[in-house]
Structures are given as structure tokens and as C-alpha cells.
């Protein structure tokens, strides 16, 4: 096949995803191409890590780059779409998105479209393509019922500075979430994530996982819930909703960890405050995603203190 027929996807592999076989990795992070397509891709020499050919069972390791070389007649394109996004900073290489609640960050098999991807290509052409096609200036993610605050690169310069800030746990994160259950006293959750071993499409703490810290600190409380503030010094996809659940106190409307709340639209857990090092100047960034207004709501209608700033933070 011609090389202009072809796509080329560039991943960088992180921490959640290290110690997997090569072919399970690309599975997972190209969701429209299935296991045995990817091995067929591998066994003619269409996939390299670190720059060297492997097999189907090669296991990959944090901080690997690999290479996917796929047929353009396969790679969805993602159209950019004109989605109103709510903008907390911008400059030449970086910018923080409040993400609103019901969105997916990037396209999938079967939602190529209404994401912030997709958002973010309508309002920014130049984004680093150290993810691949489908997740352009994506480094980091949330769910697609969290809200909050997000960071966008621009180009790869910057992605690579901001993954590695990750990777080092420097970047600040503060989390609100209204949990079930009266929190007593604030604390530390110190227990490994994994996949589970029942369900591979969720997470679980298990002897077995990665290491995984949240730091969570009661804001306000009544008999049946709590607001707390978690600052994250790990992570691990969805560490908040399985340590808080791990504990006894699931997120409010947390489907997958918890209970669903009528009315409401999975999981009540807002990204507020991102802290970053800018990649070329060097200077501090702080942002903060206000509290959106379903949050509000609730905590009013769970009789909940909805405090000031200066005591969150």
C-alpha cells in the first residue's frame, strides 16, 4: 500500500496503561479497530516501539512511544464542529477548558462527533498530535460526566512538557465532590488502582494495581452527605470515584462506583483548580472552574454549606 494511503498515530504510553501487551494497549486506545486487527497490523510490521518492531506480545512500559502506521480508509475523520466552549486560559501553547457536564473529551468507535475534540479543532487548528488523530492536543482526561477544568496543548512541545509535569505529579489538582454518607474527619486514601478483575471496563483497588493517593477534606455535612474537597497526588483513571466509593462514601450519582440519582446525569465531581508550569516561560498558572450549576443545586437541596473561596483553599 502506498504511504500516502496511510495514517500514522503517534501514543505515548502512560501510567494507567504500562505492562500491557502491546496489542491489548492499541485495542483499548483505538476503540474503532478491533484486537485481531491491530495483531494483523503487528505481524506485517505496522507498529514500532521506541522505534523498533514487536510482536503481539510485547509489553509496553510507561513513557514508550509508539508508532501505529494504519490504512487512511480505516482512520475516521474527525470533523471540527462549531461547539461553544468556555475558555479559563489560552496562549500560544496551552489552554484550560471548562469542560461541561455529558461531554466526551475525544471521538471513539461510534462518537466521532459532539466532543470537545471536536470543539477544540473548530476553535484551534495547531494541536500537538502526540495522541493521535483521534485525541489532538488531548493529555489529560476526565469522564464524560465530570466537570471542570481541562488542559489542551497546542503543539507537541508543550504536550511533551505537560506529560512529563504528569508524570512527575507537579501539576495541583482540587476536585469537589458531594459524596454519600456523613465524612466524619479528613483523611488520606492510600490504595492501589487496577483493572478489575470482574469487569475490565471498570477500575477497582487491588493488591495488584498502581500506586493511587487522594487527599480529601470535608468542606460541609449533614447525616446523609458530604462536600469534599480531593486533591489528587496519583492519577489513576477514576482514583477519586473508586477511593471515595473504597471508603464507603461513593460519589452522588455515580453509576458505576455508587447510585444513580434521578435526574442527574452520572457522577457530582467537579475539576476546580489546575496548576501548571507554562513550557516555555517557566511561570506558575493557576485556573479555577466555577461551580456549575447542578452542583450548586444540590448541595442547596442536600442542605449542604456552599462555602466562600477563601475557605476552599
Not at 479543532?121 to 498530535?129: E, F, N, P, T, V
Not at 464524560?144 to 507537579?170: M, P, W, Y
Request: aromatic share 6%; proline share 4%.
Amino acid at each position: 500500500m502506498k504511504n500516502e494511503e496511510m495514517e500514522n498515530y503517534s501514543l505515548i504510553v502512560d501510567a494507567d496503561d504500562a505492562d500491557e501487551r502491546i496489542d491489548k494497549y492499541l485495542a483499548g486506545q483505538l476503540e474503532e479497530l478491533s484486537r485481531s486487527y491491530i495483531q494483523k497490523i503487528i505481524d506485517n510490521g505496522g507498529v514500532t516501539v521506541n522505534s523498533k518492531n514487536v510482536k503481539a506480545r510485547t509489553i509496553v512500559r510507561e513513557g514508550d512511544s509508539v508508532e501505529l502506521l494504519i490504512s487512511k480508509a480505516v482512520a475516521p475523520e474527525i470533523a471540527a464542529e462549531n461547539i461553544p466552549l468556555e475558555i479559563l486560559y489560552e496562549d500560544e501553547d496551552i489552554l484550560v477548558v471548562n469542560k461541561p457536564k455529558n461531554m466526551v473529551v475525544h471521538p471513539a468507535a461510534g462518537h466521532y462527533s459532539g466532543t470537545l475534540v471536536n470543539a477544540l479543532l473548530y476553535h484551534c487548528r495547531d494541536l500537538s498530535g502526540i495522541n493521535g488523530v483521534m485525541r489532538p492536543g488531548i493529555v489529560h482526561r476526565i469522564d464524560k460526566n465530570t466537570t471542570g477544568s481541562l488542559l489542551v496543548c497546542k503543539n507537541d512541545f508543550a504536550h511533551r512538557s505537560i506529560a512529563e509535569q504528569l508524570k512527575e505529579h507537579s501539576i495541583k489538582r482540587r476536585y469537589l465532590a458531594i459524596v454519600e454518607g456523613k465524612v466524619k474527619e479528613d483523611g488520606v486514601i492510600d490504595k492501589a488502582i487496577g483493572r478489575s478483575s470482574k469487569d475490565r471496563k471498570k477500575m477497582a483497588v487491588t493488591v495488584n494495581g498502581k500506586n493511587a493517593v487522594t487527599h480529601f477534606r470535608v468542606i460541609s455535612s449533614t447525616d446523609k452527605f458530604s462536600f469534599v474537597e480531593c486533591r489528587l497526588e496519583t492519577g489513576r483513571t477514576h482514583q477519586i470515584r473508586v477511593h471515595m466509593a473504597s471508603i464507603g462514601h461513593p460519589v452522588v450519582g455515580d453509576e458505576v462506583y455508587g447510585h444513580p440519582v434521578k435526574g442527574l446525569e452520572g457522577q457530582t465531581l467537579h475539576a476546580r483548580i489546575l496548576g501548571f508550569i507554562q513550557p516555555h516561560t517557566g511561570e506558575y498558572i493557576e485556573t479555577e472552574a466555577p461551580i456549575p450549576e447542578y452542583f450548586s443545586s444540590l448541595l442547596a437541596k442536600y442542605g449542604l454549606k456552599n462555602p466562600t473561596e477563601s475557605n476552599l483553599q
